[in-house]
């Protein structure tokens, strides 16, 4: 087996002689199991004979080329009739042909691109070795949506490993019983006291669906007939009343809440503790989910 570069491509080759052909009753080698026999790996391998290659629903065959096993065969048995030169550019037609075939290019119907299926060596004389502008440019754009997709693949992989970081750790709002109020607690510290217990729980509830929300909405304060609001998007997050600020004023104290509140929720904590800017706690947790997601997969 040897090597060689056509067209600035590296691959390797192997001459087959009438043995390693397997020819059939007709004397012509048949492609499928001359093909079953190899495979290729990180360099495609052509197999080169002077034998007539057969397969079913083809009358000629300058070549075939197996994308699945990375291997092409090529025949220089009907690419005869020609000068030496002549022959040996048309062998290297054919072969960037099949190599184009390994790399996934489908056939192409101008006459002149290295793609378009020649019938006889006439229309392989025809052909340049190159591909042609629309082929290149099909091939710049399937590079492209190539990358696009990896990019959104990979993104999508970053989503899922953030989400399952943020969802591992422990809910940061609780409450408790404080007196005759009750306190509404991130990571035990105060940052809202209620008259009711209930409204604690209720309020606790949904500051921690918010929190796990990787885009929660933005918190808005709204101003009603005795006391204030506080909204998260189109939902009710928590009703204040005069009795719940130690000087009766509710929107005050509603917007101070917003305004402590509202850090915690986008940036999933302190600025120690979070990242406001991608919503996301901290890069190791994530690149440790990432890592066992990773390890799962395989």
């Not at 001459?15 to 009753?25: P, Q």
């Not at 005759?180 to 309020?203: F, Q």
């Not at 929300?213 to 204040?240: C, D, F, K, N, Y």
């Not at 509710?250 to 915690?264: G, M, Q, S």
Request: aromatic share 6%; net charge positive; glycine share 8%.
């Amino acid at each position: 087996m040897m090597s060689a570069i056509l067209n600035g491509r590296p691959l390797r080759f192997e001459v087959l002689g009438a043995h390693d052909a397997m020819l059939d009753e007709t004397g012509r080698a048949p492609v499928r199991e001359i093909l079953n026999r190899y495979c290729g790996g990180d360099l495609p391998l052509l197999l080169l004979t002077d034998c007539d290659l057969s397969l079913p629903g083809c009358r000629s065959l300058f070549g075939y080329a197996d994308r699945r096993r990375r291997v092409a065969v090529l025949s220089t048995f009907r690419l005869r009739g020609a000068g030496d030169d002549a022959l040996r550019r048309r062998i290297a037609n054919v072969a960037a042909h099949e190599l184009g075939h390994l790399d996934g290019r489908a056939h192409c119907s101008r006459p002149d691109c290295v793609m378009h299926p020649a019938r006889n060596p006439a229309e392989v004389d025809a052909r340049s070795m190159d591909l042609c502008a629309r082929c290149q440019a099909g091939t710049s754009r399937r590079w492209r949506a190539l990358a696009a997709l990896a990019a959104l693949l990979f993104a999508v992989f970053a989503l899922d490993a953030a989400i399952q970081a943020l969802h591992s750790r422990p809910k940061p709002f609780s409450w408790r019983q404080d007196g005759p109020s009750a306190a509404v607690l991130y990571h035990r510290e105060p940052v809202l006291r209620l008259a009711g217990a209930e409204r604690a729980r209720a309020a606790v509830q949904a500051l921690n669906a918010l929190f796990f929300h990787l885009s929660p909405p933005r918190l808005e304060v709204v101003h009603q007939s005795g006391g204030a609001a506080v909204r998260a998007g189109h939902a009710l997050l928590i009703e204040l009343t005069p009795a719940d600020a130690a000087d009766g004023d509710a929107l005050r104290l509603a917007r101070d809440f917003a305004e402590r509140v509202e850090p915690l929720l986008q940036g999933k904590g302190t600025d120690t503790e979070g990242c406001p800017s991608c919503h996301i706690h901290r890069i190791r947790e994530v690149e440790e989910a990432a890592r066992l997601r990773v390890k799962l997969w395989r």
